[in-house]
């Protein structure tokens, strides 16, 4: 009974930072979900930027955003603590990447949406299979440790992919931008009320609605910069691009950003003692 209170306690005392256990993620709210859509927008207005404006091809495209996301991903799981820009600036890189990536496959090597859209579900599966073998979750509250976090930007690149080939599918498919478009958020609706209204598992949601939030940007992107004869409002790639990257600075900046709570940090607030934010 005295372990029970004094070992909680003394955790309670010490910083997680001592302890190496900080998250490395921020917290989900509504302030993520916005910025994590703006981000995807990005990701395919910039993906389509350089492979398209500045006519490098998505093979080029991919080479780029792959390094860039190799050498922030290395930076980021290097990091001793939750740096918002830093999260953010992986994120944006896992977007770019995912676009240029999925119209590599699906229209270079000739795999097709439906194709594509397959392979990378599975690959995402089996990514998530692995770390919840490997760790016993996937909850982004246990995103703390090098390990973890290979796993969780494995998994995020693999997710964004899947959305632009999601996106680019259902657009293709007859619904057009706009439709998709309404097709993705009414998704994130459903996903949203069985947050608030259903006791189903928020890992679960959490990582459904990341995907869906992917195919949303990418279908909202496309609308702004493909041209009109496709459907889209013709806009420029680069200046859509620059527009969307100042938004997602100026909301990181006024959205309180912190790091998410470490599950141990949840275990002393479900044991009575209260742990700092």
């Not at 005392?13 to 989900?28: A, D, S, W, Y």
């Not at 990701?43 to 991919?62: I, K, P, Q």
Request: proline residues 4%; positive net charge; hydrophobic residues 50%.
């Amino acid at each position: 009974m005295l372990r029970r209170r004094v070992v909680p306690l003394l955790f309670a005392l010490i910083p997680t930072e001592r302890l190496g256990m900080q998250n490395k993620v921020p917290e989900v709210t509504l302030g993520f979900w916005i910025i994590k859509i703006l981000a995807t927008t990005l990701g395919e207005t910039g993906g389509d930027t350089v492979s398209m404006t500045m006519d490098l091809g998505y093979l080029a495209g991919t080479a780029i955003f792959l390094s860039v996301l190799v050498v922030l991903v290395g930076i980021q799981i290097a990091a001793r603590k939750f740096h918002p820009f830093l999260y953010w600036s992986v994120i944006v890189a896992s977007t770019t990447a995912g676009t240029t990536m999925a119209d590599f496959a699906t229209r270079s090597l000739g795999i097709g949406y439906t194709g594509g859209s397959l392979i990378l579900f599975v690959c995402l599966m089996v990514v998530l299979g692995l770390w919840y073998w490997w760790l016993g979750s996937i909850s982004v509250e246990t995103v703390n440790k090098p390990k973890v976090e290979a796993f969780y930007w494995a998994a995020i690149t693999f997710s964004q992919t899947l959305g632009t080939a999601l996106g680019d599918w259902i657009a293709d498919a007859g619904l057009g931008y706009e439709g998709g478009a309404v097709v993705f958020a009414a998704g994130l609706a459903v996903v949203a009320a069985a947050y608030y209204c259903t006791n189903v598992s928020r890992v679960l949601l959490f990582w459904v609605a990341f995907i869906l939030t992917r195919p949303l940007g990418a279908t909202v992107g496309d609308l702004l910069d493909k041209p009109l004869e496709q459907g889209g409002l013709a806009l420029s790639r680069p200046i859509a691009s620059a527009v969307i990257a100042v938004l997602i600075n100026g909301l990181i900046l006024v959205l309180p950003q912190r790091a998410g709570r470490h599950p141990r940090e949840s275990e002393r607030t479900a044991g009575g003692v209260g742990a700092k934010d």
